[in-house]
């Protein structure tokens, strides 16, 4: 075949197409040689081209050559498929950076196919057979290549880890076991890797339930989104409308005005002409009778001069002058000043419902619960300024400093209003809380609430109490103790215990949380339920409002962002009566502080 000493390089014997030995070689015409069934594969591609090439200089063919079998060619490579010469591998088999190399090749290294963790070494295809064909190597694991089988030896006995030490927890090999961790709980690294496989299964189990939570999650706020976006563009229509209606009745009032004006001008100014005119006559009239009685007082004739007097001297009926009128002048001036209180009016209605049409602007949500705050800080995030409404005041309590505080005081002389407490002294806010809200009270004296309640709770009657209905939730402190109360159900609330309470709400998770308020938030109490209204922060001072005893006073301060701080003040008021048991007793004011 060759004499002795010459290798022949097997690359020269392969054919370009296949990257394998040649198989019933044929040599085209242009000098390259192909496996019978790979170039003509070629070349039935090409068959309707009608134009025939070689794959790799590209020198075409017209008509197509016959391919004829290189018999020479042939019996060279069944020669060498003989010897054991095989074919170069392709580029794409060696190992580049990223790869596992066969760590048995020399030279240019071929991947490794598999990564043996008994021999710990990878293999390549070739250098992997005799795994496959020897039983030397039966019983040994083999696994996808892997960089890391070093990890699997110990660094101070250089000997495979077996073991695994649950005691501290890492692997360790036979005789780290017999060392160092004598006497420690070791199991083999297989039934470390079972339990652990049934602890990966459970973890994926969760894992997989958890994709499918953020999946339903995603599909949730996929909808929110297309809600969000629908409900906005629908706002914005209406209110494009609402606004447009109001300007085209604000311009129908001003077309209106102005055309009862010009109506009035015209009637006014006709009327004012017409006496004009009558006037004129009249100065006429009287400038001609004038003239008659000068040439009459120069006749000397008396007989004429008495028969003509008479007659010239009387005057006509004198027409009515606006002269003779003492009332004062009083043009359009009126209506410019009922227009301007028109529009002081209107602009104040709108001054006022902004706020509100901003805060319901500013509290569309998402769906998804966002988790409750732990911090103080995190609370103050959603502060709420608050005012107390005076027509929901009892009576019995006083308002001041622009509705921000409220005390108990002789019967004041409120107007008659049906959104007002009668039985109970108790005030609600005005602000109807709606999303997340926040706001801190401290409390003083004996007794008091700090309560929530829908707008249309009861006004009259024992039933109108803070907590005794559905409609408001409470939180009652009687002397050093707190009790929970909605529906007439009371729960008591054990320590701790703070004077300083702090109230979250969260209208659309249908949370409401009672913290007592420390260095730390400490839940006092908490509500899960639906919220079916806005919600507004109520306060009930004292026992019922006919008790008129020593007063103790004392602020309820809310917090906002600017961080204000509370301030406790106690004083007497000279006021005594009796409760409806006749017992005198201490009660309580709730003053309301403006946000510094």
Known sequence: MAQRGIQLDGAKFCCSICLDLLKDPVAIPC??????????????EEDQKKIHSCPQCRQTFTPRPVLVKNTMLAELVEELRKTGLQAAP????????????????????????????????????QHLQPHYESSTFEKHKLVDPSKKLQENICSRHDEV?????????????????MDEHEGHDKVSAAAERTERQKELGVSRQQI????????KDVKVLQQEVEAINGSADKAVEDSEKIFTELVRFIEKRSSDVKERIRSRQKEEASRAEELQEKLKREIAELRRKDAELEQLSHTEDHIHFLHSYPSLSRLSESTDSPGTDIRPLRYFEDVTAAVSEARDKLQGILTEEWPKISLTVTEVDVLLPQPEPKTRAEFLQYSHQITLDPNTANTYLSLSDGNRKAKRSKEQLYSSHPDRFTYWCQVLSRESLTGRCYWEVERSGKRGSIAVAYKDISRTGNESGFGSNDKS?????????????HNNITIPIPDPLSSRVGVYLDHRAGILSFYSVSETMTLLHRVQTTFTQPLHPGFWLGTSFKVLTKLQCFRVEFFFKEHTYLNVSEKDADLSSEDDEGNSQEHVVSQILDQR
């Open 31 to 44: 000098g390259h040689s192909y496996c019978m069934s790979c170039i003509k594969s070629c070349w039935d």
């Open 473 to 485: 939730w409470a939180l009652d402190y009687y002397n050093n103790s707190y009790q929970f109360i």
């Open 90 to 125: 392709p580029d794409r088999c060696y190992a580049g950076p990223g790869d596992v190399a066969c760590d048995v090749c020399t030279g240019r290294k071929l991947k490794a196919l598999k990564s043996c963790l008994v021999c710990l070494a990878s293999y390549c295809e």
């Open 161 to 177: 880890m077996k073991v695994f030490c649950r005691t501290d927890q890492q692997c360790i090999c036979l005789l780290c076991s």
């Open 208 to 215: 997989q339930q958890r994709i499918q939570d953020r999946e």
